[in-house]
């Protein structure tokens, strides 16, 4: 299976700042997935209880650390399922929502710490 499109997977941690606000701080690493549309199937049995299927992500289940944001070619999908389908490959389905286009830059409220290796 080729697994070799870039996506980076993002953990969002809340924390105060040295003023005492609330802060949104997001980390994002660099994996390698194979990227398909759904299936019609997967699409119509999401679709009946509400959500909107994108995507579906397979990739190496070590990489995956219960992170439940995907950014793929500059949009953000949030991860509504999580299917181990062996022990060493995964699945994740996932969704876009509005206003969930790729932030590149530290905005007030908001600090996106990228943890890219150099290698890949």
Sequence with gaps: M????PIYLITETRSQNAIGEWV???TQRKVYANVKSVTQT??????QI???PDY???????????????????YRYSVYRVYVATTD????????EAGTATMTTTTSS???VSTEDNDG
């Design 50 to 52: 509400g959500l909107n």
């Design 42 to 47: 997967e699409y119509f049995n999401a679709s």
């Design 24 to 26: 949104s701080v997001e």
């Design 89 to 96: 490959r995964m699945e994740l389905y996932a969704q876009r």
């Design 56 to 74: 579906k992500f397979t990739m190496f289940a070590p990489d995956w650390n219960g992170e439940m944001i995907v950014e793929y070619n500059g």
């Design 2 to 5: 080729d697994r070799s499109t």
């Design 110 to 112: 908001t600090t996106v």
